[in-house]
Structures are given as structure tokens and as C-alpha cells.
């Protein structure tokens, strides 16, 4: 119930005291409060109204504190006399009251997200922070699914919070360009985040379903907070469409099924289906899809597919096309060659990741061998292909991918 609530608790707080990291202390300190205190009067009939309630008054409290101790140093100053004898400090109490009990969660929650996706922050101290304070997940579980230290993710929190207060970051939804550019980094944030839980990069699960999971919640929560917004429904509408294939992305041993492969029936259907309404809704508000939006539709060329085969990988090849001439980029350049090579045939397909190859952009990357040794598989160069495969099981660092790619590395029987 907690980790439901705490990123109200915390963004209403943020508001008044002007710290995120003051915020969290105190919405722990409401936590705490409950731990002590229910197990003896019992649970209240709106709990998270209690907590909300306990958080502001103890944020309350911090600011009266603050006020008084302003003041007595105004005292001793007498420069400061006139100033120090304003009856002021306990209507600006009042009035911080005030507008907590006024101003809608919905736009506290805004400001955090913005505040904690804040570009002045690295990408791993913004996805730290970000799971810390609007998905309440410990240092340990964000440790955990990221394969770090629980010592290194505490110190991106601790780090990030120090690096918001010394830059004096303030807790408001910018606007303008300033909103677009921070825009970027929050929707960037969330795609990361989710992008993880679908496809670890380390480790011996490749699914991470709990990411997925808060990348999805905080997709919504930012599409109902930002409704004139066209990427955030978009974003929204990519990770519905790519959230509704997870139960058929893993066979019963938690091996890796390929989307050819994919039996889908157990696509999610209600995840289509909410997927297709937001992609409908982004593209009501603009002319020009963007990037998510173009990475939405191309989700949704595969869910109006009834089989890998119907696919319609032409109109996929030309969204890839578009998505590299707004946002160029040798991975979108990979995923189109995958798509051209379904459309025109493996051979026209080679010659585009042969040039990819060719530069150093992706010389780590271990899709780039993968995808190589699949299109000389199927020209029937097998034992090209099998070395490939086997360079790319060597530069993968998940379990569950290299023991696939290994697989197909394997001479055949």
C-alpha cells in the first residue's frame, strides 16, 4: 500500500519543503509512524489518507521550524529588526497548508517526475531516482534488477538528490522548450526502464516482468497528467503493444522463444487493445508521429498480424526508414535490414548490416552478429552464420541469450 502511495505522499511533500530528498525522509517517517501506531488503534478506513495527512502535518512542522529559526537569526540581527518582527511566519505556514490541501496530487506527481528525470542528472542516477521515488521500489530491488550493488544504488540516490539541491533544481513542470527538452529525458527514462524488464542486458533471466510493470504504470500515469501531450500517449501505446507479447516471450523454462516463434494466443489482448487506443489518441494530436509513435505503429503492424508470415514487413521496413530519418541511429538502421530482409529477401538485407559492420558504432553489440548469422543462415552459408552466432553469444552478458545464440552456433545434426 505503501509503494502505492508514497509518490503522492512525496510530491505533495517536495512541494512544501523544496527537497525531494526531505520529502522522502518524511513520507518514511509517515511509514514508520503507521508501523507503530495501527498495530495498536488498527488499520484506518482510508490508510493512504492517513499517511498523506501524517506526511503534511510533519512537513508542516519542518517549515514552521525553518521559519522560527529565520527568525530568531533575524532577531539577533538588529539590521534585520523590522523584517524579523513581520507577523509573517505562520501565515506562509498556513498558506503552504493550504495549498497542499488545494492544488491537485496530480500536478505535485507531474513536478516529481520532472524533478527526478531532471537532465542535469545521468541517465542511472534519473532511472535510480526514478524508481526510488515514483515506483517505491528499495535499493535493493532496483539493485537487484539492474545488477548493481546495493552500496553503488544508494549512492546514485544519495548523489542524485545532493546534485537536484546543488543546482538548485525547483520543483515545477517547466514550460516552453525548456518542458519539451525535459519531456525527452522523463519519456526517455520510463523507455529505458521497460526496456530492461523486456530485454535484460545482464544476467540469468532475459525477462524482467516487475520493470515492464512500473515502466507501464508511470506510461500511464504520464499520458492521464499530460493528455495534450502526442509522444506520452505514444510512449504509452509502444509498451502496451510490446507489454502484450511478455507471456508468450519465454518458454517453461524461462528460455528465450523468438518472435517467429512466438505462440500468439497468449498475446495480451486487453493490452492490444488499450495499445491501439493510445496510438489512436497521439496520433489525433499531431500531423507528424514522432519517434514513439513511429516505434508504436511498427508494435502495431506486428499485433494486427494473425502469424509471423502475415506480417506486413513493407510497411515496417518504411516506419524503420522514417524513424532513422528523424532520429538517425545504427540500431533503428539494424532493425529495418531485419525488416528488409523479410520484405526484399535476406540478400538485400545482407548488404545493409555488412555496412553497419563496417563501422565501429556497433562492434559491441551482440545483435549485430546475431542478426548476421541469421540472414547468412538463411542464404544458406551455415557456417558463417555459426560463427556469427557464436561471436554474438560472446558479446551478450545474459545468460538466457547466450545460451540461445550458443544453441544455433551449434553444428546441426
Given at each position: 500500500m505503501f509503494r502505492v502511495e508514497s509518490a503522492k505522499i512525496i510530491a505533495v511533500v517536495a512541494r512544501i519543503v523544496r527537497d525531494v530528498g526531505i520529502a522522502e525522509e518524511i513520507a518514511q517517517d509517515a511509514l514508520v509512524a503507521a508501523a507503530e501506531r495501527w498495530p495498536e488503534s488498527g488499520v484506518p478506513e482510508r490508510p493512504g489518507a492517513w499517511l498523506m495527512a501524517t506526511a503534511k502535518h510533519r512537513a508542516i512542522d519542518l517549515v514552521r521550524r525553518r521559519e522560527t529559526y529565520a527568525r530568531k537569526l533575524a532577531e539577533v540581527g538588529r539590521e534585520l529588526a523590522d523584517s524579523a518582527a513581520e507577523p509573517g511566519v505562520d501565515a506562509r505556514v498556513l498558506a503552504e497548508l493550504a495549498e497542499a490541501e488545494s492544488e491537485p496530487i496530480d500536478d505535485d506527481l507531474l513536478r516529481l517526475i520532472f524533478t527526478a528525470c531532471h537532465p542535469v542528472l545521468s541517465t542511472e542516477a534519473r532511472i535510480a531516482l526514478t524508481l526510488r521515488l515514483l515506483c517505491g521500489l528499495t535499493t535493493g530491488e532496483i539493485a537487484r534488477a539492474f545488477l548493481a550493488s546495493e552500496a553503488t544504488v544508494a549512492q546514485r540516490v544519495v548523489r542524485a538528490k545532493r546534485s537536484l539541491a546543488a543546482a538548485g533544481v525547483g520543483f515545477e513542470v517547466p514550460y516552453g522548450t525548456e518542458r519539451a527538452a525535459r519531456l525527452a529525458s522523463v519519456l526517455e527514462v520510463v523507455y529505458l526502464v521497460f526496456n530492461e524488464g523486456y530485454s535484460a542486458t545482464a544476467g540469468d533471466d532475459w525477462l524482467r516482468p516487475g520493470l515492464c510493470e512500473d515502466a507501464l504504470r508511470l506510461a500511464r500515469q504520464l499520458a492521464a497528467l499530460m493528455p495534450d501531450e502526442p509522444e506520452v500517449h505514444a510512449l504509452a501505446a509502444l509498451l502496451e503493444l510490446q507489454a502484450s507479447r511478455t507471456a508468450a516471450r519465454t518458454g517453461p523454462d524461462g528460455?528465450?522463444?523468438?518472435?517467429?516463434?512466438?505462440?500468439?494466443?497468449?498475446?495480451?489482448?486487453?493490452?492490444?487493445?488499450?495499445?491501439?487506443?493510445?496510438?489512436?489518441?497521439?496520433?489525433?494530436?499531431?500531423?507528424?508521429?514522432?519517434?514513439?509513435?513511429?516505434?508504436?505503429?511498427?508494435?502495431?503492424?506486428?499485433?494486427?498480424?494473425?502469424?509471423?508470415?502475415?506480417?506486413?514487413?513493407?510497411?515496417?521496413?518504411?516506419?524503420?526508414?522514417?524513424?532513422?530519418?528523424?532520429?538517425?541511429?545504427?540500431?533503428?538502421?539494424?532493425?529495418?535490414?531485419?525488416?528488409?530482409?523479410?520484405?526484399?529477401?535476406?540478400?538485400?538485407?545482407?548488404?545493409?548490416?555488412?555496412?553497419?559492420?563496417?563501422?565501429?558504432?556497433?562492434?559491441?553489440?551482440?545483435?549485430?552478429?546475431?542478426?548476421?548469422?541469421?540472414?547468412?543462415?538463411?542464404?544458406?552459408?551455415?557456417?558463417?552464420?555459426?560463427?556469427?552466432?557464436?561471436?554474438?553469444a560472446a558479446l551478450t552478458r545474459n545468460a538466457r541469450e547466450r545460451d540461445l545464440l550458443l544453441r544455433r552456433a551449434a553444428p546441426r545434426e
Open positions: 528460455e528465450p522463444v523468438l518472435l517467429a516463434d512466438q505462440n500468439r494466443a497468449r498475446w495480451d489482448q486487453l493490452l492490444i487493445r488499450r495499445g491501439f487506443t493510445a496510438l489512436t489518441r497521439a496520433g489525433g494530436l499531431t500531423a507528424e508521429p514522432g519517434p514513439y509513435a513511429l516505434q508504436a505503429a511498427i508494435a502495431a503492424c506486428h499485433a494486427r498480424a494473425a502469424d509471423y508470415a502475415a506480417t506486413d514487413w513493407s510497411a515496417i521496413a518504411t516506419l524503420y526508414g522514417r524513424l532513422a530519418a528523424l532520429t538517425p541511429s545504427p540500431v533503428v538502421e539494424l532493425n529495418r535490414a531485419v525488416a528488409v530482409s523479410m520484405a526484399d529477401g535476406p540478400a538485400a538485407a545482407l548488404a545493409l548490416v555488412d555496412a553497419l559492420a563496417a563501422g565501429p558504432e556497433l562492434r559491441s553489440y551482440h545483435l549485430l552478429p546475431s542478426v548476421r548469422g541469421d540472414l547468412l543462415e538463411r542464404l544458406g552459408r551455415t557456417a558463417e552464420a555459426r560463427a556469427e552466432f557464436s561471436r554474438a
